[in-house]
């Protein structure tokens, strides 16, 4: 299973990315092998300011649907368009093709309550 050192992991199975103050945000490959095969991705909170551990959007599976969690707070300026017809992405390239989100943090310090690849690991007992 993929769990690349160089992003950020959440408790709730989302990676995050960081240049500067942007955080590129998407799913892990362990929610999506958790979830199956990906029907849908929906993000109604595109140019919305959220805080962290906000709802931002729902993933859709075949078996169910899974609320997608803001790991920074920050305002949501990009989605990944790629994925309205492409959904099967976050399946295919989750830590690529498949990112779902753009936010322009707003609190850096936040950054720190993320957890590392080993701390992911960790987690899911990989």
Do not use: R
């Not at 160089?6 to 979830?35: C, M, P, R």
């Not at 920050?74 to 992405?89: C, D, K, R, W």
């Not at 399946?91 to 310090?109: E, F, H, L, R, S």
């Amino acid at each position: 299973m993929s769990i690349p050192a160089n992003l950020k992991y959440t408790k709730d199975h989302e990676w995050v990315s960081i240049e500067g103050d942007i955080a590129t945000i998407g799913i892990t490959h362990f929610a999506q092998k958790e979830l199956g095969d990906i029907v849908y991705v929906e993000v109604e909170t595109l140019d919305q300011t959220l805080e962290k551990d906000e709802v931002f959007g729902t993933v859709e599976a075949v078996k169910t649907v899974s609320d997608l969690f803001l790991p920074l707070t920050g305002e949501i300026f990009a989605f990944n368009e790629e994925l309205e017809s492409t959904p099967e992405n976050v399946n295919t390239d989750p830590y690529g093709a498949g990112w779902m989100i753009k936010v322009k943090i707003a609190d850096p310090a936040e950054i720190e309550t993320l957890l590392s690849d080993e701390a992911y690991k960790e987690l899911i007992g990989a």
